[in-house]
Nanobody, 119 residues
Framework: QVQLVESGGGLVQAGGSLRLSCAAS????????MGWYRQAPGKQRELVAT???????NYADSVKGRFTISRDNAKNTVSLQMNSLKPEDTAVYYC?????????????WGQGTQVTVSS
């Protein structure tokens, strides 16, 4: 089992910045993908940014150039620096870890942290 604990989030004005962090613990494979997803009210959960243990990144088009994902493999942490925030970034942000163990894919989620951007 893997546990994900998020921190950060909160209320910020448009144009401001926030930083989200997530710490993973438990049975973590050295090869995995960690990242962030978000879900706004009435909408489906969507990918924000992911980063593999090898360093490859993937960003949603809507956050490219504004958000930066980083991770520390030794500490099993992932962070999301969010700059130039917009009201449409308001959502619950979830930390995610994906890994394959013994040919079986596993998908773990944090409890979510609220990000609210006021106009």
């Amino acid at each position: 089992q893997v546990q994900l604990v998020e921190s950060g989030g909160g209320l910020v004005q448009a144009g401001g910045s926030l930083r989200l962090s997530c710490a993973a613990s438990g049975s973590i494979s050295s090869i995995n993908t960690m990242g962030w997803y978000r879900q706004a009210p009435g909408k489906q959960r969507e990918l924000v940014a992911t980063m593999t243990s090898g360093g490859s990144t993937n960003y949603a088009d809507s956050v490219k150039g504004r958000f930066t994902i980083s991770r520390d493999n030794a500490k099993n942490t992932v962070s999301l620096q969010m700059n130039s925030l917009k009201p449409e970034d308001t959502a619950v942000y979830y930390c995610n870890l994906k890994q394959i163990v013994g040919f079986t894919p596993y998908d773990y989620w944090g409890q979510g942290t609220q990000v609210t951007v006021s106009s």
